[in-house]
């Protein structure tokens, strides 16, 4: 079991990675500023569309992966 401690520095970690800006945020800042707002919206929605397909492919390996290897698999191989 985790402990509470523990818990909580994760926690401010995390939140830490939220709230600094990475380099997608400079990207799509300094193209919105030189190209316009239209060429930072569309960079922005590119972007979100490979994050989504990035977290739809993991989550979906790990759903595999925990089927799998249930105790009681749920599919053999």
Known sequence: MISLAAASGIALVELGLVLTPGPN???LVSRSISQGWRAGMTSSR???RWQRWVTGTLLGAIGIKLAV???TPAVSI
């Open 69 to 71: 290897d249930a105790p």
């Open 25 to 27: 945020m400079i990207y």
């Open 46 to 48: 590119a972007w979100m």
